[in-house]
């Protein structure tokens, strides 16, 4: 699978933007790489590559 069949498959599941999904997961759930992936069922590569299309780091550090 290649990240735009992932992100299809993502954002059907939870209905709304991949960016989002992310954001939730990433940020406000403050779950890193590993556990972020296997909350959505990705592998830790491709929820990396979310982050970093995204550019959700610096605020992920922001926040703390």
């Known amino acids: ?26 940020i406000d759930k403050d ?9 959505l069922g990705i592998p830790r590569q491709v929820f990396m590559h979310f982050v970093h299309e995204f550019n959700l780091k610096p605020d992920k550090l922001q926040r703390l």
């Open 1 to 26: 699978m290649d990240f735009a069949e992932y992100q299809h498959r993502l954002e059907k599941k939870y209905g709304e933007p991949i960016e989002q999904i992310m954001r939730t997961v990433y």
């Open 31 to 39: 779950y890193g790489p590993a556990t972020g992936a296997q909350e």
